[in-house]
C-alpha cells in the first residue's frame, strides 16, 4: 500500500513538472519562433542544441 502510495506521489510530481515545462517552452516563444522567425527567437535553439 505504501509503494503504491509512493509510487503515485512521484508519478503525479513526474507530470505536474513535464506539464509546467511544457507551458514553460511554449509561453517562451516556440509558437512566435515557428510563425515570426525573428532572430532574436532562436535564444532557445542556442540552448537546446550544441
Excluded at 14 to 38: H, K, Q, R, T, Y
Aim: hydrophobic residues 60%; proline residues 6%.
Amino acid at each position: 500500500m505504501k509503494r503504491d502510495t509512493k509510487f503515485f506521489a512521484i508519478a503525479s510530481a513526474v507530470i505536474a513538472l513535464a506539464v509546467v515545462l511544457g507551458m514553460i517552452v511554449l509561453s517562451s516563444g516556440v509558437l512566435s519562433l515557428i510563425f515570426d522567425p525573428e532572430p532574436e527567437g532562436y535564444w532557445l535553439l542556442r540552448i537546446v542544441g550544441p
